[in-house]
């Protein structure tokens, strides 16, 4: 087996933390100082879920406004079916009948 089935010495542990202690310390020179990094990098996501936030609630404000003017074009329309039945649509009849009157 490839398991070794003696019991870990207390060695064991000290020698893997201090090799592990180690490697962050050789990782750490690469990268740099990890602690400002994750601050900055907090602070950078922060400002995105602002921003992000921030425009979301302008489209859901433009989304209001967009369906506001819908409903504006809506009832002009509206509006100019009436004016076109009750009104333009009369104004032919108001012509003849005025011709009528002319005549006599």
């Known amino acids: ?5 003696e019991s870990p010495t207390p060695e064991q542990p000290v020698d893997e933390l201090a090799s592990l202690r180690d490697e962050v310390t050789r990782l750490r020179k690469l990268v740099g100082p990890s602690e400002k990094s994750y601050e900055d990098l907090s602070r950078d996501s922060r ?3 602002d921003a992000a936030r921030s425009a ?3 489209a859901g404000r433009l989304r209001a406004q967009v369906v506001e003017l819908e ?3 809506r009832r002009w329309q509206r509006d100019f079916v ?3 039945d009750h009104v333009v649509k009369k104004i032919p009849v108001l012509g003849r009948i005025i011709s009528r009157f002319s005549r006599q």
């Open 1 to 5: 087996m490839d398991v070794s089935e």
């Open 47 to 49: 400002t995105a879920r």
């Open 56 to 58: 979301e609630l302008e």
């Open 71 to 73: 409903n504006d074009v």
């Open 82 to 84: 009436w004016f076109r």
